[in-house]
């Protein structure tokens, strides 16, 4: 029986970290940008996006399906950059172990 309760001592501890993270996280931004940086799109480590910067010289009525793709392609890079951000750090809190279930973005 002790060593059952030193497990859910350390999976109390571990959740204690994951919300730790969890709170960083929000906090935590990650930036891409397409078009050589006409567009720059900033989002957290909740996968939120914060902020889209579009260069004027970019916007032009006659080319509007390059807009959308540039802006498209930015979202979708800080996006990835964020998910990367947060496997990083559940790296570190779990070392390496893959735990089936146990994902810091299911949370957020």
Request: glycine share 8%; net charge negative.
């Amino acid at each position: 029986m002790k060593g059952m309760g030193n497990i859910m001592k350390q999976a109390q501890k571990m959740q204690e970290k994951m919300l730790k993270i969890q709170e960083e996280m929000a906090n935590r931004t990650v930036e891409a940008s397409s078009g050589g940086g006409m567009i720059i799109v900033v989002a957290n480590g909740r996968q939120e996006i914060l902020s889209v910067k579009i260069e004027p010289e970019v916007v032009n009525s006659n080319e509007v399906d390059m807009l959308e793709d540039l802006v498209t392609a930015a979202v979708n890079e800080a996006l990835r950059k964020s998910r990367e951000m947060v496997a990083e750090e559940m790296t570190k809190l779990t070392g390496g172990i893959d735990i089936p279930g146990l994902t810091l973005t299911s949370k957020l």
